[in-house]
C-alpha cells in the first residue's frame, strides 16, 4: 500500500487551527468554521421574546428587523412555540410518499384565505420561485409543444423580470433576479431570461410576446430598495399575460403573510396572479415555502414532475397554520396598518431634525428610508450605529435602511426602538463631524 494510499482521519488537517468541539462559542468561532458568504454581526443572540432580543452577554435588542422580514409573530409567540411543541410530539417527518394532516390543513387554509385552488409546499422562498418558474416552463411545453426539440423545449420559454428585482439563490432564480452582481461568476446561467425595467410599462409592452410563458414580478421590490409597483404596472402586467398566453407570477415571498397590510400584496392591486409564491413571514422563522396556483395551472405538474423531500414537513406546517391564523387576523393587520403611521411619522420627524432621508417608502411594515446623497452607501454604518444602541434594522442595498419588524409590534417597542435609531443617528453624525473636524 502506497502512502497516497492510507484512509485518512476524518478530522485530519495538516494543522488544526479551529476551535475543539466543546470550546465556548464566540464570533470569531464563525470565522474559523464557516464559509465566508456572511458577515455577521459581532453579537451573538441567544434569545428572542417578542420584539426583543437578547444576546451572549444578556444586552437586550429591540428587533425592528424580523430576521429579514421572517419573525411575522415576533419570537417565541407562545400559540405558535404550542403549535410546534404539539406536533414535535406527534410526528415530524414522513416525506411525500406519504401526505400529512398538518400540510393538508395549511394548504386548505391558503386556498381558503387566497385566489389559490392548489398549494405545493417547498422549504425556501428560493425554491418556491423555482418551482413556479419551472411550472411556467412546464404549462408552456405542454400546451406550446415545438416538435423534435430535447427535453420537450418550446418556443415559448420567455421568462420576462425585472431590473433590481431579487427571487433568490438557486441557480435559475438568481437568474431571473435583475441584480447582475449575484449571478457574477456563476455561469453559465439558464438561458431564455429577459429583464425589463421595473414600472416601465412601455418596456414591458416591448418584451412579453408570444413567445413569453411567464412574467415575474415583486409587488414591492424588497432587497432592491423598498420599491413598490405601480397598481398601472401591475395591470399591464396581466393585461400583457392574458394577451400572450403567459403566466403572471407574483413574487411574495417578502411582502406576503400579512407584511404590507393585507394578507397579499395583490389583494391591494385588484390584480390576481395565476401563480404566487411564499416564505419567510409564513413561517415566522421555521422554514417553508409555498407555491400557490389555480387548478388548472396546477394539473401541469403531474406525478413525479417536480418534487422535493421536505417540502410539507408536518412540523413546518403546524407552525405555519398557527402563524397564518395569527397574521390572517383583522388585528394583526389593523396593528399592521397602524404601526406603519407610527413607523412613517417617527422617521419623517427625526429626517426634519437630521436630514438623513431622501425618501421614506414602503407599505404596512416593510419600510424604507433611503439615504441621501452624503450618506450613500453608508447603510451599513446605520446598522451598527444601532447595534451599539441595542436596536435591530436592516438594509435593502447599500442606501436604504430597511424596517420589517414583528407584525405584532406593539406602539410602545415601536417608540422605544425609535428613540434609539434617534440616539444611533445622533452618534453616527456627530462621530462623523469629529473625524471632519
Ligand atoms: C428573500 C426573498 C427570496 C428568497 O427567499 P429564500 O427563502 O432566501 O430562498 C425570494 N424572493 C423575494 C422577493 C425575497 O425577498
Redesign the pocket.
Known amino acids: 500500500m502506497t502512502a497516497e494510499c492510507k484512509p485518512q482521519l476524518p478530522n485530519a488537517k495538516p494543522s488544526h487551527t479551529g476551535p475543539l468541539a466543546g470550546e465556548a462559542i464566540t464570533r470569531s468561532t464563525f470565522d474559523q468554521v464557516m464559509v465566508p458568504n456572511y458577515a455577521p454581526a459581532a453579537f451573538i443572540p441567544v434569545r428572542g421574546h417578542g420584539s426583543r432580543v437578547w444576546d451572549q452577554a444578556g444586552r437586550e435588542y429591540i428587533d425592528f428587523a424580523g430576521g429579514?422580514?421572517v419573525t411575522s409573530v415576533g419570537h417565541t409567540h407562545p400559540k405558535v412555540v404550542k403549535a410546534l411543541t404539539d406536533q414535535a410530539n406527534k410526528i415530524w417527518h414522513v416525506a411525500n410518499v406519504l401526505t400529512n394532516e398538518p400540510a393538508l390543513a395549511l394548504a386548505q387554509s391558503l386556498v381558503e384565505k387566497t385566489f389559490a385552488e392548489r398549494v405545493f409546499f417547498c422549504n425556501?422562498?428560493?425554491?418556491?420561485?423555482e418551482a413556479a418558474l419551472k411550472l411556467a416552463r412546464k404549462v408552456a411545453s405542454d400546451n406550446f409543444p415545438s416538435s423534435g426539440a430535447m427535453h420537450g423545449e418550446t418556443e415559448k420559454c420567455e421568462i420576462v423580470a425585472c431590473l433590481n428585482?431579487?427571487?433568490?439563490?438557486?441557480l435559475f432564480?438568481v437568474s431571473a433576479g435583475g441584480q447582475p452582481k449575484y449571478s457574477q461568476g456563476f455561469g453559465p446561467l439558464p438561458g431564455g431570461i429577459r429583464h425589463v425595467p421595473f414600472n416601465d410599462i412601455a418596456a414591458l409592452t416591448a418584451a412579453v410576446s408570444d413567445k413569453t410563458c411567464a412574467v415575474i414580478v415583486?409587488p414591492i421590490?424588497?432587497?432592491g430598495g423598498i420599491t413598490a409597483a405601480t397598481k398601472e404596472y401591475l395591470h399591464a402586467v396581466r393585461e400583457l399575460c392574458d394577451k400572450h398566453q403567459a403566466l403572471m407570477i407574483f413574487?411574495?415571498?417578502?411582502?406576503g403573510a400579512g407584511r404590507t397590510g393585507s394578507l397579499y400584496a395583490y389583494m391591494n392591486c385588484c390584480a390576481v396572479p395565476d401563480i404566487l409564491?411564499t416564505?419567510?413571514g409564513l413561517g415566522g422563522g421555521f422554514?417553508i415555502?409555498a407555491m400557490l396556483t389555480t387548478e388548472k395551472w396546477a394539473a401541469h405538474f403531474g406525478v413525479g414532475s417536480h418534487g422535493t423531500t421536505y417540502g410539507g414537513n408536518p412540523l413546518a406546517c403546524a407552525v405555519s397554520l398557527a402563524v397564518l391564523d395569527i397574521v390572517s387576523a383583522p388585528e394583526t393587520l389593523k396593528n399592521v396598518n397602524l404601526r406603519h403611521d407610527q413607523f412613517f411619522m417617527a422617521l419623517n420627524e427625526m429626517n426634519r431634525k437630521y436630514n438623513v432621508f431622501k425618501e421614506v417608502r414602503g407599505q404596512g411594515l416593510l419600510i424604507g428610508a433611503e439615504l441621501v446623497e452624503k450618506w450613500a452607501g453608508r447603510g451599513k454604518d446605520f446598522v451598527a450605529a444601532c447595534a451599539k444602541q441595542g436596536l435591530l434594522i436592516l438594509i435593502a442595498g447599500p442606501n436604504v435602511l430597511r424596517f420589517a419588524p414583528s407584525l405584532l409590534i406593539t406602539s410602545e417597542d415601536v417608540e422605544q426602538g425609535m428613540k434609539r435609531f434617534d440616539s444611533a443617528v445622533a452618534d453616527l453624525l456627530a462621530s462623523e463631524t469629529s473625524v471632519a473636524a
Open positions: 429579514i422580514a425556501s422562498g428560493a425554491e418556491a420561485n428585482s431579487f427571487h433568490g439563490r438557486t432564480t415583486e421590490q424588497g432587497e413574487d411574495e415571498v417578502q411582502s409564491t416564505a419567510k422554514p415555502g
